[in-house]
């Protein structure tokens, strides 16, 4: 059983507020035995860790019922059936979803201030109210969006890191570890690159804590896409580990790790960790480097306690 998406969720929401106001938690509890979600199902989290998935859609099934006026709020985290509801279930259709809440006048004029506001804003407009078939909530659309985002956004730092020099890209990896936590300043970052002639085969070193009680020896590899870094440069930078008696080394590159690569990284006696490019670029994304924030977008939600006696 996969989680039901909120359109789905819709029908059964309306038939638990059939015999007067309830709790909207207590409806996300019945209706997660209704449709025997897993206890992993009831668990999943958005990404942002506050709600689970499928109460989100509870949620949202509830707020469009009362947008065609279906339901109504009543007080904190409570609503009832209305009138126009009760109707409904008089003759119950096979499904309650976009296209039918579209029959009911309020919420035409609800999806139409929200094509309206979408115009307004220069971005791309709602979906019609006649389009039934989506089944994602408005928030899972735009976390969606922010994905695809931020996957076209790791492409382009990729493609640029791999235009140019190893040692520009060495220079990006001292520079995340930094924003990372790792060493120290930013003004230290040509201390840490040590990639050249006689370097010992380790392109950098970066105190792993301020104090340099410990520290990181990093090799970094600009390799095209398709060309995969194999067991034979992991040995290599073992063998330089042990040169500097080092315990623990940090290899990355831009393309990917073969898997004996991998494979010969958890046998060998040394902590190596193994970052491939998009690995690499997530983590760039994550802590700012080589990007920067182009807008914010606050999402607000209804203050329940503001609108108690």
């Not at 109504?72 to 296209?99: M, N, S, Y």
């Not at 909530?137 to 235009?163: C, F, K, N, S, W």
């Not at 690159?193 to 970094?220: F, K, M, N, S």
């Amino acid at each position: 059983m996969t989680i039901p998406d909120f359109q789905t969720v819709m029908l059964p929401v309306l038939r638990a507020a059939a015999d007067g106001e309830v709790r909207i938690t207590d409806i996300v509890e019945r209706l997660a035995d209704e449709f025997g979600l897993s206890q992993e199902e009831r668990a999943h989290l958005l990404p942002s860790g506050r709600q689970t998935t499928f109460a989100n859609r509870v949620h949202w099934a509830k707020s469009y019922l009362g947008k065609a006026g279906l339901v109504e709020l009543t007080r904190r985290a409570h609503f009832r059936i209305t009138d126009r509801g009760r109707e409904v279930l008089a003759a119950p259709p096979e499904r309650i979803d976009i296209k039918f809440l579209n029959h009911f006048p309020d919420f035409q004029r609800f999806r139409q201030a929200e094509a309206e506001a979408a115009t307004e804003a220069g971005t791309a407009q709602a979906p019609s109210a006649s389009q039934g078939d989506t089944v994602l909530t408005p928030d899972e659309v735009m976390r969606g969006a922010h994905r695809q985002l931020e996957a076209a956004l790791a492409d382009d730092l990729l493609q640029r890191i791999r235009a140019g020099t190893p040692a520009f890209f060495e220079s990006v990896v001292v520079r995340l570890l930094v924003a990372m936590g790792y060493g120290g300043s930013m003004a230290e970052i040509d201390k840490a690159l040590v990639g050249g002639t006689g370097d010992g085969g380790v392109d950098g070193v970066i105190d792993q804590d301020p104090l340099g009680l410990d520290r990181i020896y990093v090799q970094a590899k600009r390799y095209a896409d398709g060309n995969s870094v194999g067991a034979g440069a992991i040995r290599d930078f073992f063998g330089s580990l042990d040169r500097f008696k080092a315990n623990k080394g940090l290899f990355v590159t831009t393309s990917t790790f073969s898997p004996s690569a991998r494979e010969t990284a958890e046998l060998l006696s040394k902590r190596i960790v193994l970052i491939d490019g998009t690995q690499f670029t997530r983590l760039m994304i994550r802590h700012g480097v080589g990007c920067r924030v182009e807008d914010v977008l606050h999402i607000k939600k209804l203050d329940e306690e503001f609108f108690e006696a």
